[in-house]
């Protein structure tokens, strides 16, 4: 249930302009925070880890800079493992690079 309730909030702060949104991206960032981000029992929940993680900046645009790279150290290194686990799912090798392309420096 705490997948889908995370996927449902995310979708709902992805739909609303960002002041909005950021109350249901904070929801599913603390219905996300029980899961145990070195051994995931399952590839959904690191997923719903890593997504909630990605969206992250979007409800946290004053954040100090420190905090937002660290935050996109974490959320890239959470794809990252992620990608392992599902090396042959399109979904996840596309937000991989999405990830990438949004977190790392150029």
């Known amino acids: 249930f705490r997948v889908a309730l995370i996927r449902t909030a995310n979708a709902l702060g992805d739909a609303l302009p960002p002041p ?4 249901f991206y904070r929801k599913a960032f603390r219905a996300a925070e029980p899961f145990p981000a070195a051994a995931p029992r399952n590839v959904r929940e690191l997923l719903s880890q890593a997504e909630v993680h ?6 946290n645009p004053d954040a100090p800079n420190a905090e937002r790279q660290t935050r996109a150290a974490l959320t890239l ?4 493992k992620l990608g392992g686990c599902a090396p042959q799912n399109r979904k996840v090798q596309g937000s991989l690079a999405e990830a990438q392309r949004r ?3 150029r």
């Not at 909005?20 to 109350?23: L, P």
């Not at 990605?54 to 409800?59: A, G, K, Q």
């Not at 290194?77 to 990252?80: R, T």
């Open 77 to 80: 290194q959470l794809w990252q």
């Open 20 to 23: 909005d949104g950021a109350e």
């Open 103 to 105: 977190l790392v420096p």
């Open 54 to 59: 990605l969206r992250w900046p979007r409800w």
